[in-house]
């Protein structure tokens, strides 16, 4: 009995599903039909608003078939026509929207003077040397090992990123294991004292002992070099470089070395040192005068309106590759630090503002395996900055002052060695600059909207207004009709099961009446004939 009122009820139910789809089907073709109407009036009021013709002409009927395609077609056609000049010009806008230029108008131009990175040759103090070892190992200078212990000193000291095999050689030391190579080097490192002059006597250029891919260096007028000691800067509060205005000023910078040689890197003072282009060796006694010719790109204000992608450049306060002071050249040495990392989990010393393990002479024997950098060099990729400052050397003047051998010169108080840089004023600068901005993107919309379509701004508007409110209003209409066709349906079923119930009683009292009589009929006597 179960079964049979459980398939009554899913019948009931199939049924009620069943009717409602077809009378949503019936709904939905009776209102496309009557709904092309509505369209035609919507359209022809869209067109009355906007006062585009073409609309209005494309539903009126009242002309011949034709017409109304010819007039569709150009409206399809001139609405395609938009579509892809307008995707055209996104496409510039995001892709190539900045021009560089060519700027000649050099008599009111100030500029940066070149940044020098010093690296000295013999920078290790035998004195501290020998209270290290002492201290670290225990190892005196009567014992046998303490030549073995100081090569390793120089090995580490004289380590660049280019040539360190011979750090590499101590690998098999475990006693060299844990030892810190950066703090090492600080410790016995002999800090020199350097003469800075310039034109302007007011001006005290900027000198700060870094660490280079060249190992422990001296940084002269180069602000960005302050990013090399690992400690947090913030860009506003960076020194800022030696300037003068060219043509008005001699713009040089002098530097005085006692007892002393190294290697000079001539570098942008918004760069740090990582090239060979500049590269000038000054032995004592030398006097050497450099002169260097400037190329300069400079960026203008709307520049920083456009995005990275969009301009293809970085500014140096913007930050980007994990780098809060960005410099083209401090990006790519930030990822030879990181290919460095990935490939023998530890980090150079070169690199101390670049978190991970510091690379002990196993890493570097690891590193030497692996060929780095020479393939990171390939691997490396970073955008350049959108101010650039690129110098040449022009001419170098080298004198020396006679001195007979290095030791006269090293027992002289006097004897120095002298770099002198200075610049040649340019007559030529870069400019970034942007060609096509927003402003221009949206005028360009709107005239291609205009002469293909015909419409402003305010003619879009009202359309769209036309559109939403015809739209909203049959929407609401179709919802009324939709739930008040489905609403009877399912009360017309609901009274129905009451109405079989009420006629299947009726009928078995029917039937039990009509037993009943039959059983007292049965009872009653017999009938006597009578003849």
Not at 154 to 167: D, F, K, Q, R, S
Request: glycine share 4%; hydrophobic share 40%; charged share 20%.
């Amino acid at each position: 009995m179960s079964n049979q009122r459980l398939w009554l009820w899913f019948r009931g139910i199939s049924g009620r599903i069943l009717r409602a789809l077809l009378t949503f089907l019936w709904m939905f073709l009776a209102g496309c039909v009557s709904y092309s109407g509505r369209l035609r009036d919507v359209v022809a009021q869209a067109g009355a608003e906007t006062g585009l013709l073409a609309l209005s002409l494309c539903v009126n009927r009242s002309i011949h078939l034709l017409e109304r395609v010819f007039w569709l077609s150009v409206v399809i056609s001139s609405v395609i026509a938009a579509l892809v000049l307008s995707r055209f010009q996104l496409e510039r806008y995001f892709s190539s929207p900045t021009v560089i230029s060519v700027d000649r108008d050099y008599r009111g131009w100030n500029g940066s003077l070149p940044a020098v990175t010093l690296c000295y040759y013999d920078h290790i103090d035998s004195f501290k040397a020998n209270e290290y070892i002492q201290e670290v190992w225990n190892v005196s200078i009567i014992d046998e090992d303490y030549f073995y212990f100081m090569d390793f000193l120089y090995a580490v000291v004289n380590a660049t990123a280019g040539n360190y095999a011979e750090l590499a050689k101590f690998a098999e030391d475990e006693r060299f294991d844990q030892v810190d190579l950066y703090e090492m080097i600080q410790r016995v490192d002999r800090p020199f004292e350097q003469v800075i002059s310039s034109f302007d006597s007011g001006f005290q250029v900027h000198v700060q002992r870094v660490m280079t891919e060249r190992g422990s260096c001296y940084a002269i007028n180069s602000p960005m070099s302050t990013v090399l000691s690992g400690q947090p800067v913030a860009y506003e509060l960076m020194p800022q470089p030696l300037s003068c205005q060219y043509g008005k000023q001699q713009c040089y910078i002098r530097m005085d070395l006692y007892e002393s040689t190294g290697v000079l890197d001539v570098h942008s003072p918004f760069e740090v040192s990582a090239t060979e282009a500049n590269i000038v060796a000054l032995h004592k006694s030398d006097e050497i005068t450099a002169s260097f010719k400037v190329l300069e790109t400079v960026a203008s204000k709307n520049l920083h309106q456009l995005s990275v992608a969009q301009r293809k450049c970085v500014f140096n306060n913007e930050e980007t590759s994990n780098l809060k002071i960005y410099s083209k050249s401090l990006c790519l040495a930030r990822c030879r630090a990181v290919m460095a990392l990935e490939m023998c989990n530890c980090v150079p010393f070169f690199y101390p503002y670049v978190e991970g393990p510091s690379c002990n002479p196993a890493g570097f024997e690891c590193l030497l395996d692996f060929k780095w950098p020479i393939w990171a060099l390939h691997i490396c990729k970073c955008p350049s900055t959108c101010t650039e400052i690129e110098y040449t050397m022009q001419t170098v003047k080298k004198s020396s002052w006679g001195v007979k051998n290095n030791e006269e010169v090293a027992s002289s108080e006097t004897a120095t060695s002298s770099f002198r840089w200075d610049l040649i004023p340019p007559k030529v600068r870069m400019r970034r600059d942007v060609v096509y901005s927003f402003e221009d993107l949206v005028v360009s919309f709107g005239g291609v909207l205009a002469l293909f379509v015909g419409v402003s701004v305010m003619g879009l508007v009202e359309m769209g207004h036309v559109l939403i409110y015809n739209l909203l209003l049959d929407i609401f209409a179709l919802r009324r009709l939709v739930f008040g066709r489905l609403r009877r349906c399912w009360r017309r079923d609901d009274h129905k099961p009451e109405t079989d119930h009420l006629k299947s009683r009726l009928h078995h009292h029917r039937h039990d009446d009509e037993r009943l009589s039959l059983a007292d009929t049965a009872e009653l006597p017999p009938f006597d004939y009578v003849n």
